[in-house]
Structure formats: structure tokens, C-alpha cells
């Protein structure tokens, strides 16, 4: 239940191996998302991607070759389950930072993960980080615009999604 938007949480490592088509010792910093996987897995074995699935696919950076894709990756948590006081939330991981808003849209989280990689400093209200916070608050919106994400309260995320039965069976 790793809900929470803290580099704890949401730095997983992705480890891939496929001799002659990943060069051996690759390593590429760009965050990468869970949602990215299955795009990527197409991208890498060439099948054309349905078009139903989300995600970017990161082949190119994979290989170790200069790509096109997003410096970031777009997370989030759409429904908290299993951990009371949650909220929904929404947030950008670059190479250096990590942004995080609330569904309420309260700026909730920033770090530099460079100058602060326990994310001790909390520098989402300073006002000396307000330009950067504006920037990686519009690019949030570019992103919950261009995966349709309509930051719904997780009742009307699970109507949305048409999984309201199954979810009230699990529960």
C-alpha cells in the first residue's frame, strides 16, 4: 500500500536485461512510470501499441538512445484504499523534483531532490519557490489534460471507471 507520494513510495527501480538490444550498463534517470511499462514493452519488441493503453513508451531512452520522451512522469493516486486519511493526489517526478497537489488543489509537496534527497524541506509554500512551483503546477495540468484525468473524488473515480460493484464487493 505504498499510497503515499514520498521518494520511499514512488522510487522503484526497474530493472531490464535483454542482451543485443539493451546495451549492458544502461542507466537512464528519466522517472519513469508504472503506467509506461506496457508501452515500452510493445515499443521494445516491436508490436504496435493499442491505442486504449495510456503511458509513453520509453524504448528509445531504454536502449540508450536520445529520445523525445517527457523529463517527467506523471503520478498520482486516483482512489486511496486500505490507509484512512489519504487524500487523492496528483504529482509531477522529474530528475530533480517532486510536486504534489491535492485534490482540493492545495500545493502539498516540493522538493529538490538534489539538494534534499531525504525530502526533509517541504518548499511547496516558500514563496522563494513560486515560479518553480507555477511552472510544475502547469505542467501538471498539461499532463491531467493530455491522459484525460479529471481528478475526481474517489467515489466518482471509481464511477467513472464503471468498477463501482467490484469495488464494493471487495470491501
Not at 486504449?52 to 482512489?79: H, K, M, N, Q
Given at each position: 500500500?505504498?499510497?503515499?507520494?514520498?521518494?520511499?513510495?514512488?522510487?522503484?527501480?526497474?530493472?531490464?536485461?535483454?542482451?543485443?538490444?539493451?546495451?549492458?550498463?544502461?542507466?537512464?534517470?528519466?522517472?519513469?512510470?508504472?503506467?509506461?511499462?506496457?508501452?515500452?514493452?510493445?515499443?521494445l519488441a516491436g508490436?504496435?501499441?493499442?491505442?486504449?493503453?495510456?503511458?509513453?513508451?520509453?524504448?528509445?531512452?531504454?536502449?540508450?538512445?536520445?529520445?523525445?520522451?517527457?523529463?517527467?512522469?506523471?503520478?498520482?493516486?486516483?482512489?486511496?484504499?486500505?490507509?484512512?486519511?489519504?487524500?487523492?493526489?496528483?504529482?509531477?517526478?522529474?530528475?530533480?523534483?517532486?510536486?504534489?497537489?491535492?485534490?482540493n488543489g492545495e500545493?502539498?509537496?516540493?522538493?529538490?531532490?538534489?539538494?534534499?534527497?531525504?525530502?526533509?524541506?517541504?518548499?511547496?509554500?516558500?514563496?522563494?519557490?513560486?515560479?518553480?512551483?507555477?511552472?510544475?503546477?502547469?505542467?501538471?495540468?498539461?499532463?491531467?489534460?493530455?491522459?484525460?484525468?479529471?481528478?475526481?473524488?474517489?467515489?466518482?473515480?471509481?464511477?467513472?471507471?464503471?468498477?463501482?460493484?467490484?469495488?464494493?464487493?471487495?470491501?
Amino acid at each position: 500500500l505504498k499510497q503515499w507520494p514520498w521518494a520511499e513510495s514512488v522510487n522503484v527501480p526497474l530493472i531490464m536485461r535483454w542482451p543485443d538490444e539493451i546495451p549492458a550498463a544502461t542507466r537512464d534517470r528519466t522517472p519513469f512510470a508504472t503506467v509506461d511499462v506496457a508501452p515500452t514493452l510493445c515499443g521494445l519488441a516491436g508490436i504496435k501499441q493499442d491505442d486504449r493503453i495510456e503511458g509513453t513508451d520509453r524504448s528509445r531512452s531504454v536502449r540508450g538512445e536520445t529520445d523525445d520522451c517527457p523529463e517527467e512522469a506523471l503520478l498520482g493516486l486516483p482512489a486511496p484504499i486500505g490507509i484512512d486519511g489519504v487524500p487523492e493526489w496528483r504529482g509531477l517526478r522529474t530528475p530533480r523534483y517532486t510536486y504534489v497537489r491535492s485534490r482540493n488543489g492545495e500545493q502539498w509537496l516540493l522538493y529538490d531532490n538534489v539538494e534534499d534527497p531525504y525530502q526533509l524541506h517541504n518548499r511547496a509554500l516558500d514563496a522563494s519557490h513560486r515560479d518553480l512551483r507555477e511552472s510544475l503546477d502547469e505542467r501538471l495540468d498539461d499532463w491531467l489534460e493530455q491522459t484525460e484525468d479529471q481528478f475526481l473524488a474517489t467515489k466518482n473515480q471509481l464511477r467513472h471507471a464503471g468498477v463501482v460493484e467490484e469495488w464494493n464487493e471487495m470491501q
